[in-house]
């Protein structure tokens, strides 16, 4: 019996243990930004603002994600010492790492991971990332859309993500979507 429970123990410290570190490399992932963002005291527009993070830096995520009233998720984050959370809408949680680059007055960041990204409400899907663009269909909110690791900013400064639609490459604008 007395071999029984300490094999017990011993399995509930790994047990403990392995849900520690996967709590710290959870919290390890970053947050990038796709546009300025304010850092606010809570998930929401309502909530004060602690101040910016601009275009193109990083976050550490600290594992909360949680979804306000308009359907827009928010991630809780760290940023030069400050915690709080930015909206989806202008920074995406990722992998360790992404490479920038410009292309046709566009700026894209390519990520190394994705997965999928959800329609918030009933959106078109374009050829380019421009609101401009051919016009390739529309999807219904909630559509799940195959990810291709792209983010791109317009001229106007709003997020696109690539992905596929129809066995085509197309962008979604990031206003009515998000990345999960």
């Not at 997020?159 to 596929?164: E, F, M, P, S």
Request: include cysteine.
């Amino acid at each position: 019996m007395k071999r029984v429970s300490k094999f017990l123990a011993a399995l509930l410290v790994v047990a403990m243990c392995m849900s520690t570190f996967a709590m710290v490399a959870l919290a390890a992932q970053k947050v990038y930004t796709t546009g300025s963002c304010n850092i606010r005291t809570g998930p929401g527009l309502g909530y004060a603002s602690k101040g910016t993070i601009p275009s193109g830096k990083t976050a550490t995520y600290q594992g909360s994600r949680k979804m306000d009233g308009r359907g827009v998720y928010w991630l809780k984050v760290k940023y030069n010492g400050k915690t709080g959370w930015v909206s989806t809408r202008y920074a995406h949680l990722k992998g360790s790492s992404y490479y920038y680059y410009e292309e046709d007055d566009y700026d894209y960041y390519d990520y190394d991971d994705g997965d999928y990204v959800r329609t918030t409400a009933r959106v078109n899907i374009r050829k380019k990332a421009s609101s401009s663009s051919t016009k390739l269909g529309t999807v219904a909110k909630g559509k799940k859309l195959t990810y291709r690791g792209m983010i791109s900013t317009d001229y106007k400064g709003n997020a696109w993500y690539a992905v596929r639609y129809n066995g085509m490459n197309a962008w979604v604008s990031a206003l009515y979507s998000y990345i999960m």
